[in-house]
C-alpha cells in the first residue's frame, strides 16, 4: 500500500471549516482513500472514502487532485467534538488490511 | 444495536503470564483484524482474519496468538512471550467486498502488564 505523508498537528476555530491535507505521491491506480479519526481513548471511526472523484457525506467532503497525488478532507463546521487524530489511509481495491499512521492531530479551539 | 464489544475496558497481569482478550460482533461481517497502539503512536495490525478458521499474520504478530473458532468471535491471547504487552489493543470487523472496505472498531482494551 502507498505510504501517507500528514502534518502531525493542525489548529481550527469553532465553527470555520477544517481542511486536513495528505500526500500520497506513490498511490496506484487501484488504491482508495481512506480517512479514519479517533477521538481520544476510543476506537477509530471511518470517516469517507474516494477513489478519483470528489466525495461527501454528512461528516465531511473529500477532495483529490486530478493526478491523485494528494487529498483533502474537509470538516465544513467544525466543533469541539471534532477534536480527534485523522488518519489518511491508501489501500488496495482488493485487500482488507489498513496500514495506519501516525495521523494529524486537529484541535479545534472555542 | 448492533457493533462489536471488547472487555474488559482496562486489564491488568502480573509478567509472565498469558492473556485473552475478548472481541465479539453481531454486524454479521466475515472479516475481523486486531491492531496495537501505543502512545502516541498508529495502530499496528496485529493478526487479522477473512473467513472463519482462518487468519493472518499482520505486521506485528510475535508473541501474539488469535483463534476464528466462530464468525461473531476472534480472541487474542497476548502470550509471556510479547516482550512489551502494555499497550491499548483495538478490535474492528468488515464485510470485505471489491471496491469498498469500511471497518468498525470496538472500544478497546487498555492492557498493563505489572
Known amino acids: 500500500d502507498a505510504k501517507t505523508t500528514q502534518p502531525t498537528s493542525m489548529d481550527c476555530a469553532e465553527g470555520r471549516a477544517a481542511n486536513l491535507p495528505c500526500n500520497h505521491s506513490?498511490?496506484?491506480?487501484?488504491?482508495?482513500v481512506y480517512w479514519y479519526r479517533q477521538i481520544h481513548s476510543q476506537g477509530p471511526q471511518y470517516i469517507i472514502h474516494?477513489?478519483?472523484n470528489n466525495e461527501t457525506n454528512e461528516m465531511a467532503s473529500l477532495i483529490i487532485t486530478e493526478d491523485r497525488k494528494s487529498s483533502t478532507l474537509i470538516l465544513p463546521h467544525a466543533t469541539l467534538r471534532d477534536t480527534a487524530v485523522y488518519y489518511c489511509i491508501v489501500r488496495e481495491t482488493s485487500g482488507s488490511r489498513l496500514t495506519f499512521g501516525e495521523g494529524t492531530q486537529l484541535t479545534v479551539n472555542p | 444495536d448492533g457493533g462489536i464489544t471488547q472487555s474488559p475496558k482496562y486489564l491488568f497481569r502480573k509478567e509472565g503470564q498469558n492473556v485473552t482478550l475478548s472481541c465479539e460482533q453481531n454486524?454479521?461481517?466475515?472479516?475481523m483484524y486486531w491492531y496495537r497502539q501505543d502512545p502516541g503512536q498508529g495502530l499496528r495490525l496485529i493478526y487479522y482474519s477473512q473467513i472463519v478458521n482462518d487468519f493472518q499474520k499482520g505486521d506485528i504478530a510475535e508473541g501474539y496468538s488469535v483463534s476464528r473458532e466462530k464468525k461473531e468471535s476472534f480472541p487474542l491471547t497476548v502470550t509471556s512471550a510479547q516482550k512489551n504487552p502494555t499497550a491499548f489493543y483495538l478490535c474492528?470487523?468488515?464485510?470485505?467486498?471489491?471496491?469498498?472496505?469500511?471497518?468498525?472498531f470496538g472500544p478497546g482494551t487498555r492492557l498493563t502488564v505489572l
Open positions: 474516494g477513489l478519483k
Open positions: 454486524l454479521n461481517h466475515d472479516a
Open positions: 474492528a470487523s468488515s464485510i470485505p467486498a471489491l471496491n469498498y472496505n469500511e471497518q468498525f
Open positions: 506513490t498511490i496506484s491506480g487501484n488504491e482508495y
